[in-house]
Every structure is written in C-alpha cells, then in structure tokens.
C-alpha cells in the first residue's frame, strides 16, 4: 500500500500543479488596455548610444509616421489602443490595433530558423515562445538597426543585435509586461521596460493607417478618434 501512495501521490501532485498553471495561464486570453509604463531613467547607453540618440530626428527616423511599426516596445507605449492575446497549443497570437500588427509566435522550433514575428515587417524580427511557470516569455532577434521607442524615450535606439525577452505575467484582470532589451553596441547592461494593461471587454479595429493621417499634425487627433469611437 505505502509503495502505491508513493506511485500515485506524486502523480496527484504533477496533475494539479499542471492544471493550476494552466488555469493561470489561460488568463493571458482576451483583450488588454495600456494602463501605464516604468521607463528607465538611464537606459545605460554607451558613448555609441548616446551618439546615436543625438542624432534622432522623429521627422525622419520615427518610422509610424510612413505606416511601418517602429517596434514592439513602441507599440506598447502607444496609450488608446488595446492588444489581444490568444493561446493556442503550437503557438499564441499576439494582436496589436494600433498599425493592425498581428504577430503568430510558435512555441516550438529556435529564434534561427523561427519565421519572421510580423511577415509584412521583417524588420521586427523573428520571435519564439515558452512558458516559464505561469509567465509566458517571448524571445525575439534578428530585427533591423534604428530606434527602439520613439515614445516613452524617444530616440533610444538599438542594433541588429538586440535581443529581446517579453515575459507576459497575468494576475486576473491585470496583466503587467516585462520587456527586457539586450544589446551591446549601444547599450552598457540590459535596459528593462515594464508595461501595465486591465482587461477590457471589446474587440480589436482595425487601424487603417494612410500616410496621409499619420503625420504628427494629424496623431493625437487620430489617437482620440480612435479611443472615443464606439466599439462592437
């Protein structure tokens, strides 16, 4: 009898631990506002960092102003547009509305030869997926060289080879993003950005971004449409 319990007990134990983490999991699924962000200071850059940050022109060099996302981080400091997660068994897909970014991250495979994150932006890299617990971590690489937040700190930038790690905590109705920036070409240590979202009960639009309405003349008023205009 002992040398049973000893048998089904910890298979017991295995099976609910799987299934709490599971269930804690599948609160990642819905759809997510920006409730706030945590920016450093000192993003800790190097003389090239800083040489570089000098150099941003947004005018020239905030790429959201012809259509193309800058990145992932800046999307995610943009206020009035909400994100969606979706979990699935081989991959989760990640929605942004602003820019209509859809990314479909796999679970399985290496950053190598993982797909492109967004297959009409290859500049943003290419992305896999894990779980770490409860958290679900994305690693991405092999984006572009430019400027990484044109936003929160504007101008900071990055090279072709940061790499970056999001990790997704749900804790019910809120969800906090941990996004965490290697890069040593400009940068001295890692820099790390935290996002906060609350759930809400809605859908994704569609963005629809004309060349014409991005310009800055015209993005805070586009920004208080969108947030103002009555959901499905």
């Given at each position: 009898?002992?040398?049973?319990?000893?048998?089904v007990?910890?298979?017991?134990?295995?099976?609910?631990?799987?299934?709490?983490?599971?269930?804690?999991?599948?609160?990642?699924?819905?759809?997510?506002?920006?409730?706030?962000?945590?920016?450093?200071?000192?993003?800790?850059?190097?003389?090239?960092?800083?040489?570089?940050?000098?150099?941003?022109?947004?005018?020239?060099?905030?790429?959201?102003?012809?259509?193309?996302?800058?990145?992932?981080?800046?999307?995610?400091?943009?206020?009035?547009?909400?994100?969606?997660?979706?979990?699935?068994?081989?991959?989760?897909?990640?929605?942004?509305?602003?820019?209509?970014?859809?990314?479909?991250?796999?679970?399985?495979?290496?950053?190598?030869?993982?797909p492109?994150?967004?297959?009409?932006?290859?500049?943003?890299?290419?992305?896999i997926?894990?779980?770490?617990?409860?958290?679900l971590?994305?690693?991405?690489?092999?984006?572009?060289?430019?400027?990484?937040?044109?936003?929160?700190?504007?101008?900071?930038p990055?090279?072709?080879?940061?790499?970056t790690?999001?990790?997704?905590?749900?804790?019910?109705?809120?969800?906090?993003?941990?996004?965490?920036?290697?890069?040593?070409?400009?940068?001295?240590?890692?820099?790390?950005?935290?996002?906060?979202?609350?759930?809400?009960?809605?859908?994704?639009?569609?963005?629809?971004?004309?060349?014409?309405?991005?310009?800055?003349?015209?993005r805070l008023?586009?920004?208080?449409?969108?947030?103002?205009?009555?959901?499905?």
């Amino acid at each position: 009898m002992k040398s049973l319990l000893r048998l089904v007990v910890p298979a017991l134990v295995a099976c609910v631990s799987a299934a709490s983490a599971a269930g804690a999991r599948t609160e990642l699924d819905g759809v997510w506002l920006f409730y706030g962000a945590q920016v450093p200071e000192d993003p800790g850059l190097n003389a090239a960092g800083r040489a570089k940050l000098e150099q941003y022109d947004p005018l020239r060099d905030d790429t959201d102003l012809s259509c193309k996302p800058v990145t992932f981080t800046n999307i995610m400091h943009t206020p009035s547009p909400p994100i969606e997660i979706r979990l699935h068994a081989e991959d989760v897909e990640i929605n942004y509305e602003f820019m209509d970014v859809h990314r479909r991250v796999p679970f399985r495979g290496t950053l190598a030869d993982a797909p492109y994150t967004v297959a009409q932006h290859p500049h943003m890299g290419r992305s896999i997926a894990r779980y770490e617990g409860e958290d679900l971590v994305v690693d991405t690489a092999d984006v572009a060289a430019g400027y990484l937040d044109t936003l929160g700190f504007a101008g900071l930038p990055q090279s072709a080879q940061m790499r970056t790690e999001e990790r997704f905590i749900p804790a019910g109705d809120r969800l906090k993003v941990v996004v965490t920036h290697h890069d040593p070409v400009y940068y001295t240590r890692p820099m790390v950005m935290t996002y906060e979202f609350v759930r809400v009960d809605t859908q994704i639009m569609e963005w629809g971004c004309t060349l014409e309405g991005a310009n800055y003349d015209r993005r805070l008023e586009a920004a208080g449409e969108k947030s103002s205009a009555p959901r499905q």
